[in-house]
Structure formats: C-alpha cells, structure tokens
C-alpha cells in the first residue's frame, strides 16, 4: 500500500509560513508540519495547529542557524555574538564530537526543545532537524536517547532516490547527497534499530526550495508501495523575516494548493497522513 506524508518545514518562522500550512492543509494536500518551537512565529504556529486537528506536527529540531530555546548561558559554545545558533557547521560538528562540554550543552537545547514542543500540548507525530544536522553522528545519538523521554515515534531520514527524481525531471545526484549517502545510511539504521518510523523514501533535498507543481505532480503520481514523505518550504509571500534567498516559497504554496497535485494523490490511491498515522503499516 501507498501511505504519503506531505510535510512543511519552518512552521513557525513567520506568519507567512503559518498562514501557507493553514490554507495547504485545509484546501490542498498538506498532512504536516514541523514546527520550530523557538523561532518568531511559534506561538502563532501552535494556536493554529490547534484549530487543524487532523494536521500532524512534528518536531523541527534546530541546532544552526536559528534562536536556540535554552539560555544562552547555559549553551555558550552553541551560539555566535548574537546568541544565535552557530552557522560553521563543519567547526561546530567537530566540536561536539571532541569536546565534552559542547555535548553537554547540545543535550541541554536538545532537551530544551522537546520540552517547548510538550507544553504545546500538541501530540508529537516526528522530528526532523534543520539542514538535517541530525545526521551527524553524535547529535544522532543524544536525539535518540533524549527522544525517547518525550514519545518520538518517528524521525525523518532524507533517504532520496535520484531514479524516482529522475523519472519526474532530468536532475544529477548532487555533491551533497553523495557526501551525506553513508551518513544517511548510518541514520536510517539506527533509527530503525531504535523501534522508530522511517520513510522507504524521502523527497525535498534535490529540489529543496523548488518543489514544483509539476515536481510535486510528478513524484505523487509516481509513488511506490511503501511509506514515502515529501517536505516542502511553503509561504504567502516570496520575502519575509528569516526567508532563505531563493526559495520559491509562493510556487511551493501554490503547488500544494493545486488541483493538479490533488488529482495526482487521488490517482495514486496513497493514503495521506503524518508518520503517526502509519505506526505498523509496511
């Protein structure tokens, strides 16, 4: 059987963003959301999700280039001058790997953001991470461990087949997903080693920021059996506070909101959800 999650990212960013997942989900092929409990617009996010009871919203896990949730005393090896998250990926990688105090401190906002996600109220359906910096090794194995103190069920591994891109659009595997393929590898066993949810299949790396009507047709009409979850970036507007430049947010809208994209999954016969909602299906 077919079972799809249609999933956007960044809830809570701006109202931009929110106000898109309100209107994809209500009229259009949206299932999910994975909301950034630290960031502008979170509380505008959850008052939202409060009123979309068949959403399913997940954690968005943001350990760079965000607003951290714990103090920034308490995770100074975490943040820049600013207090903001750090944006050196490979130096802050390499720090949580050799240095202890810099572990600590990432269980301390891990931590801290689960427990934001909990007083919302809102039953957790997944994680994911921003920039999927989950896939680092070390941050995997706090995520799991600390997960499992607050019903993680489910986490999403970008495991992406270029043959299924390819057969939507011509599209080369990147640089990107070459380096991270043994990283991905490492994460979808663990986690399922752990007892927890994880797609056959991910969509959202090659085209992120670019997830088309004709992509998103294109990859729901061509699903496989299985489990498979496409996340996209979706908001009202082109530009607002924290958008990423080149993101093609009003097209990712207007794709999820498409008749065309709504014929596709109706076409297909897959079941639409959030990972939650397939716990025990193949």
Request: proline residues 5%; hydrophobic residues 50%; glycine residues 4%.
């Given at each position: 059987?077919?079972?799809?999650?249609?999933?956007?990212?960044?809830?809570g960013l701006a109202p931009e963003v929110n106000e898109s997942v309100e209107r994809a989900h209500r009229?259009?092929?949206?299932s999910a959301a994975s909301l950034m409990v630290g960031a502008p617009a979170a509380a505008d996010a959850v008052a939202r999700a409060r009123l979309l009871p068949r959403l399913r919203v997940g954690l968005h896990l943001v350990l760079v280039e965000g607003r951290p949730v714990a103090p920034t005393d308490d995770i100074r090896d975490l943040v820049d001058g600013s207090g903001r998250l750090r944006t050196?990926?490979?130096?802050?990688?390499?720090?949580?790997?050799?240095?202890?105090?810099?572990?600590?401190?990432?269980?301390?906002?891990?931590?801290?953001?689960?427990?934001?996600?909990?007083?919302?109220?809102?039953?957790?359906?997944?994680?994911?991470a921003h920039q999927h910096y989950h896939l680092h090794p070390a941050i995997m194995a706090e995520l799991l461990d600390i997960g499992r103190d607050y019903g993680m069920n489910a986490l999403r591994v970008p495991f992406e087949p270029?043959?299924?891109?390819?057969?939507?659009?011509?599209?080369?595997?990147?640089?990107?997903?070459?380096?991270?393929?043994?990283?991905?590898?490492?994460?979808?066993?663990?986690?399922?080693?752990?007892?927890?949810i994880v797609a056959d299949r991910v969509f959202g790396l090659a085209w992120s920021g670019a997830m088309t009507e004709t992509r998103l047709a294109g990859l729901i009409a061509g699903l496989p059996p299985g489990r498979t979850e496409i996340y996209t970036h979706p908001a009202t507007t082109r530009e607002f506070p924290g958008s990423a430049a080149g993101y093609r947010y009003c097209e990712e809208f207007s794709a999820l909101l498409s008749p065309i994209c709504r014929d596709a999954l109706r076409r297909s016969g897959a079941a639409l959800g959030g990972y939650g909602d397939f716990a025990g299906a193949n």
């Open positions: 059987m077919k079972r799809l999650v249609v999933t956007a990212d960044d809830f009229h259009g092929v949206l050196d990926l490979a130096a802050y990688g390499l720090a949580i790997t050799i240095r202890p105090p810099v572990r600590r401190q990432l269980r301390t906002e891990i931590r801290a953001q689960f427990e934001a996600f909990r007083a919302t109220g809102i039953t957790l359906d997944h994680v994911d270029t043959a299924l891109l390819r057969a939507v659009e011509p599209t080369p595997r990147s640089m990107v997903t070459r380096l991270a393929a043994p990283w991905v590898a490492l994460a979808r066993a663990r986690a399922r080693a752990a007892g927890l």
